[in-house]
């Protein structure tokens, strides 16, 4: 028994006492001569005494209904830790249960995989030809897969048809019937270290410029790619860091690529500037496609002297929603033959965007090769193309706001004699955010031992998906 509750009933026991007496007291004050005012009061002091008791009665409750609360309360929490003793045997028992790994990847599968690309058809008419031809049907999907928060996998393919080729008894290559062709253009795996840094291995789509990594057929808007970066490698087997970095002002970044990987190599392994094929022509001897350390044997062959590395760094800052400006700078170098001649490019690029309608950009290239039998050859050139969306015109025609104009000139000069100038001239139609129908004129002008037709008619169907 608590204090609270023996204080109570001292109280208590006071109070009857004193009514007690009261009572006992009555008759011999009623035999007594009493005032009327003398019993007035003994009145009052009586009902005072039965409002006290009342009043101690419900304190008394009072406290016996929170005693029982508090017992309510400790069987509830005895309640509880029952619960969760049986909940920590159950986890227990569920760890050391066997763990059906195929399911659990099949349903991770099913949320994080999502498979990306697009595909063209070209309809094309050259210079020379009296009709024009289907001269492409490709289709690039790209597989994307989510690991976890940090790790990723994406892989992109391009499926082409195109002639197929036999070779004579004469030894000449010509084309014959069709045939379809599978390309691996990029598949890295990439891990996400922090907001700022990624870690890229695989095969890579290098960083040199922004073509290579944004030059998808119906985000190209034109079917062809600019002439200067056929002198630059496209992909490469490697590693690189990548990121950005936001800078004080809301809208403004620094991003950043540093890479190494297989460069360059040369066709027959003299490092000289050019070889003859086996129709005689001569062609250059700069193999741009990055190789895996194997010859096509299967043996282990070393194509070019070592990895060669590179990297960009870009500003980009965007003003308001849609009108932002991009600049960047990159290069890569190494020795592409085992004899060390190097290959070095570099790359200055550029982008502007003035409103949802209007889009410019570009890039400068220049490359050095050194080669065993004419020294170091420059090739390079440039390209600028912008594009026009007539929506800004805000026409009631559906005709009109669906189409963009585009425009483009593009001159490169492969360093060994053959110089190419083109303009390029069209509109796209958009039949939908993804699906465009682009129809390109172009005019060129070309001299050297490699010529290319005068005018070419392009039309393109591509989807994005």
Partial sequence: MNNNTMSFQNKLMRVVGVASLFCIALPAIAKAQVSADDFKKLQEQVALLSQQVQSLQQTNS???????????????????????????????????????????????????????GDAEVTFGRTAGFNS????????????????????????????????????????????????????????????????????????????????????????????????????????????????????????????????????????????????KDSTGAVLPNLDLGGNTGFSSSGNQQNLNGSASGGGRIAFFNAFKPHYDVEVGLSGQTGPYTTSN??????????????????????????????????????????????????????????????LELVARYDTVNDGLGTKTQRFTGGYIYHFSNTLMLENDYEALSNQGPNPLPSSAYVFQLSYGF
């Fill in 341 to 402: 001649q190097y290959y070095s490019a570099a790359v200055i690029d550029a982008s502007i965007h003035l409103s949802p309608y209007f889009t410019l950009k570009g890039e400068y290239i220049n490359a050095w090769v050194q080669t065993t039998d004419v020294g170091t050859y420059q090739a390079g050139g440039f390209w600028l193309q912008g594009t026009y969306k007539l929506a800004a015109f805000n026409s009631d025609l559906p005709f009109i706001n669906n």
């Fill in 62 to 116: 009072a406290y016996q209904q929170k005693i029982h609360n508090l017992q309510e309360q400790v069987g509830s929490t005895k309640e509880i830790a029952k619960s969760a003793e049986a909940k920590a045997m159950s986890a227990e028992e569920k760890i050391n249960e066997p763990v059906d790994l195929s399911a659990q990847m099949a349903s991770a599968a099913s949320h994080n995989f999502v498979l990306s």
């Fill in 132 to 275: 024009g031809s289907f001269m492409m049907a490709d289709f690039a999907p790209i597989f994307l897969y989510r690991a976890n928060d940090n790790i990723l996998f994406e892989a992109g393919f391009d499926f082409i048809l195109q002639n197929g080729q036999t070779t004579l008894l004469n030894g000449q290559t010509v084309d014959t019937a069709n045939n379809t062709t599978v390309n691996l253009s990029f598949a890295t795996i990439d891990y996400i270290v922090n907001n700022y840094v990624t870690l890229v291995a695989g095969e890579m789509l290098l960083p040199l410029g922004t073509y290579s990594e944004r030059s998808a057929g119906w985000i190209n808007q034109i079917p062809d790619a600019p002439l200067p970066v056929a002198v630059l490698p496209q992909a490469g087997v490697g590693a690189q860091l990548r990121g950005a970095i936001p800078l004080n002002q809301s809208g403004r970044s620094f991003t950043y690529a540093a890479y190494v990987a297989n460069g360059p190599s040369s066709v027959d392994g003299t490092g000289n500037s050019t070889y």
